[in-house]
Each structure stands twice: as structure tokens, then as C-alpha cells.
């Protein structure tokens, strides 16, 4: 078994065996084990806009999200997994924790974190996606694909607008609608899949 922490609601962790999913509405600030975990804290006050919309500026405070990344960090400690956030988490920095490289590879620290940057274009996302991985007490750490995954660009928006501001707004800028949001962070099933995976090779309980 391994927990699935902060994931969507009857998103693509819902439902697989061996995994016991945490939508938000459990808090997954409270898991208490006793299983490894791949998890998915909110990003939304660690990204490159944590402060709030470009046109309101400083609506928010930079890692105001009541507690989830560190409760996420504390369950990695505890029972070891992966978590996955935002390549550029400015949590990285607030919580000292290794720097990945965006060219590929496993960046590690004698505290034993083991982080990564992955793009999850390479395993389905219909955008880049630039991710970064933290990884606890997993003994073969993986080798992912590396390096920058295929840039893919709609075709209307190529032929109306022209590849410069085609490549500036983003695949992302033409699908959705109002699932655009829900969209963009969805977890593809093969990425999920490999975190997981990574998720079941972890060690027990570690005390805290």
C-alpha cells in the first residue's frame, strides 16, 4: 500500500488498488502512516505568481498554505515516497532541501533527500510541465527521462498568431476552458504510475 496525499478528487488516484487516495477534503495533513507516500502539496503560494495575479500583486504571503507542504514533508520523513511540486518551488529554498538540476539526474544530500527536475511532457502532459521530485528512503532511485520534453503547439494558434506568440502563451492557453486549471495539474497515468512505483520500494517508519 502507499498513500496518495493531496490529489484531485476522483482524479486519477482514485480508484487503484493498493493506494489510498487523500483528496483535499480528508486533509491530508493528518496522515499518520503507516505507508509510504507520493505526494502533491498545493502549489499555489510557492510558484513564480505565490504573491497572487499579475494584475493584483500581493494579495498573498509567499508558503501561506496552512501547513500542507511542510505536513507533506514531515509524511516523507516519517514513511519515505516522492513528492512532486512545481519546478522552482520556492519551498525548496524556504525549507533548505537540495537543488535539482534542470538537466537531468538525482541531486543529493547527506540528510538523504534526493531530488530531481523531470518534465512531465515525457510521460503524457500535453504541456512540458517542468517538475521537480523529492524523494526519501527509496534504495534505486530511478533514471527518468531527461531534459526537455517536445514542445507541442496548437495549430490554429500557429497559423492565427505565429509561432512567437504561439510559444509565449503555451499549449495550455488554447485548451480547457473552465477545466483549464484542473487540466494543468493533473497527474498523467504514466507519471503517476512511475511515482508510485517509486513510492512502493520505500523503507518503513523512520522515527521522527
Known sequence: M???LYVQENGCYTGIKG????????D?????????????????????????SPRKPHQYKLGDDDGCFAAALRALTLWGGVLEHPAYSKA???????????????????????????????????ARKATWLLAARIPELPDLIWGAAPQRLPQVALQRYGYEKARRTGVMAYVG?????????????????LLIGMAQTA??????
Do not use: N
Open 19 to 26: 493506494v489510498d487516495a487523500w483528496p483535499r477534503r480528508r
Open 203 to 208: 523503507g518503513g517508519r523512520q522515527a521522527a
Open 92 to 126: 525548496w529554498d524556504v525549507f533548505g532541501l537540495p537543488r535539482p538540476d534542470s538537466k537531468g539526474g538525482w541531486t543529493q544530500d547527506p540528510r538523504g533527500w534526493a531530488a530531481c527536475h523531470v518534465e512531465q511532457g515525457h510521460y503524457g502532459h500535453m
Open 2 to 4: 502507499i498513500a496518495a
Open 28 to 52: 491530508a495533513r493528518l496522515y499518520s502512516g503507516p505507508w509510504p507516500v507520493v505526494a502533491h502539496p498545493p502549489c499555489e503560494r510557492w510558484g513564480r505568481y505565490w504573491h497572487g
Open 177 to 193: 476552458g473552465k477545466d483549464k486549471a484542473r487540466i494543468r495539474a493533473a497527474t498523467p497515468p504514466a507519471f503517476r504510475d
